[in-house]
């Protein structure tokens, strides 16, 4: 027979990883690839230079912080379904 029903210490523990964790490095990769990219307008001129600070890098910024934002509230929602367990179950 199938299991049914859930572990809310375990989800809780994986929510906070989520949040806690693994959202908070993908905005610390952001800011270390804009300080590089920020470095990179020293070093290398013209069009395509433009392109890739001005164009590529704020596109690919944007898909990045939109990854934390979605990693940040899955874990946030792990942690809401554990907290809606423990208080149907009334542990």
Same mark, same amino acid.
């Given at each position: 027979?199938?299991?049914? @029903? ?14 806690? @964790?693994? !959202? ?11 300080? %590089? %990219? @920020? ?9 395509? !230079? ?16 939109? !990854? ?8 946030? *929602?792990?942690?809401?379904? !554990?907290?809606?367990?423990?208080? %149907?179950?009334? *542990?």
């Amino acid at each position: 027979m199938a299991q049914l @029903g859930m572990d809310a210490d375990a989800i809780e523990h994986l929510g906070r990883q989520l949040r806690d @964790g693994i !959202a908070p490095q993908i905005a610390d990769l952001i800011n270390s690839i804009n300080g %590089v %990219v @920020g470095n990179m307008e020293k070093s290398w001129w013209g069009p395509d !230079a433009q392109a890739f600070c001005h164009q590529w890098w704020p596109q690919h910024k944007k898909e990045l912080h939109d !990854a934390f934002m979605a990693i940040q509230g899955l874990g946030q *929602s792990a942690l809401n379904n !554990a907290h809606d367990q423990r208080t %149907v179950s009334g *542990s």
